[in-house]
């Protein structure tokens, strides 16, 4: 499985940004069962920004993004979006692609590249 990541880059404050991320190599019989984005800047622990659980459908976001950032899903193309609107210095970071992907009885946690976002004050 490979989540190749697109967009990103640098964006002033208040700005937009959108960031993309393509599935592939999924074995038949597998499943996107969950998959969304996280973030990690230097000195901190990789944070969880947004995700879209398959059982559900619905995007979940981390409360410091809510009202600013939107994620969508083709799953028919097996790719996710996140619109990030009204950027802020602090969204500043790494952001990573990330998929649960499998069945009910086995699944794996695989990761994009990264992808450096940079917000200008």
């Known amino acids: 499985v490979q989540l190749a990541q697109s967009g990103g880059g640098l964006v002033q404050a208040g700005g937009s940004l959108g960031l993309s991320c393509a599935a592939s190599?999924?074995?038949?019989?597998?499943?996107?069962?969950?998959i969304g984005w996280y973030r990690q800047v230097p000195g901190k622990q990789r944070e969880f920004v947004a995700s879209?659980?398959?059982?559900?459908?619905?995007?979940n976001y981390a409360d410091f993004v809510k009202g600013r950032f939107t994620l969508s899903r083709d799953e028919a193309k097996n790719t996710i979006h996140l619109e990030m609107n009204n950027v802020k210095p602090e969204d500043t970071g790494v952001y990573f692609c990330?998929?649960?992907?499998?069945?009910?009885?086995?699944?794996?946690?695989?990761w994009g590249q990264g992808t450096q976002v940079t917000v200008s004050s």
């Open positions: 990330s998929a649960k992907i499998g069945d009910s009885d086995y699944w794996e946690i695989y």
């Open positions: 879209i659980i398959s059982e559900d459908g619905n995007p």
């Open positions: 190599g999924i074995t038949d019989g597998d499943d996107i069962l969950a």
